[in-house]
């Protein structure tokens, strides 16, 4: 799968500094915004998330220390929908004001998330946030005083038709299920993850040697049906493909 699906990376490793100079216990204190996610056909998925950063102590947070943020989209099962920026990048602001102990900041971003799902599904939201400045050195936080610096919070990543969350949820590796399976005149396929717009929903069909047998174009909301009365008896990896999100599954044809 693409690397959306990676395991969010703390943020704040590999930040450590020689002869530091202040001690700043740095936490996600509050994920205020968004509380739920709504999907959108045409756009994908608005993200506009408000966190409360705090300065915990012993020492204070300065002018120019600069305060990088990090966030992720969890499922169910615990793995990555999406992380933004990117997996390996972050959100940056430079601090503007003194944060001495008890101190807090809003930090606020707003994107989008070019996918949506057709079925309103359960989701958490992390964020991870640190801060640091190499000029005036921050000690690096380290387990286990780090684990202020994540922050989670459940909601409903809703369809564009805004429904309740359904008993049945699936996992990253069954964005599409391809049914029956062994298959003889046509496959039938439904899909969780679909991309905003117009970007097409391929299929493509190959031989277990790799070659391509079959390339078709669906256009239904959640589900297609490809025929594949004209391909022999064996084995076939059927992939699909929606903007940058891509699965493979193995079909049996036998007629």
């Known amino acids: 799968m693409k690397k959306i699906y990676t ?12 002869n530091a100079q202040r001690n700043v216990d740095w936490s996600v204190d509050q994920i205020l915004e968004p509380s739920e996610l709504n999907s959108n056909t045409s756009q994908g998925t608005a993200v506009d998330f408000t966190l409360v950063l705090k300065n915990l102590g012993p020492d204070s947070c300065i002018v ?35 944060l001495r102990t008890g101190d807090t ?39 286990p005083g780090n684990a202020n610096n994540l922050k989670e919070k459940d909601m409903v990543w809703y369809n564009p038709q805004g429904w309740g969350v359904s008993v ?26 679909t991309a905003a717009g117009n970007v097409a929903t391929t299929v493509n069909i190959y031989s277990i040697e790799g070659r391509l ?22 084995m076939y990896l059927v992939e699909f493909e929606s903007g940058a ?9 036998s007629k």
């Open 7 to 18: 395991l969010l990376a703390f943020i704040f490793a590999g930040l450590a500094v020689a």
């Open 64 to 98: 120019g220390d600069t305060i990088l943020v990090q966030l992720a989209v969890r499922n169910a099962q615990g793995q990555n929908i999406f992380i933004a920026p990117s997996n390996n990048s972050f959100y940056l602001d430079v601090n503007d004001k003194i």
């Open 105 to 143: 900041v809003h930090f606020r971003r707003a994107f989008v998330f070019p996918y949506y799902y057709p079925n309103s599904i359960n989701v958490k939201m992390v964020a991870a946030s640190s801060i640091l400045n190499r000029t005036n050195a921050i000690a690096a936080e380290v387990a």
């Open 168 to 193: 049945g949820e699936v996992t990253l590796s069954e964005i599409f299920t391809v049914y029956p399976n062994p298959a003889a005149d046509v496959i039938n396929l439904e899909w969780q993850l």
């Open 213 to 234: 047998v079959k390339t078709e174009i669906l256009d239904g909301f959640g589900h297609g049906q490809v025929s594949v009365e004209d391909l022999e008896n064996g």
């Open 245 to 253: 999100i891509k699965s493979t599954q193995k079909v049996q044809i």
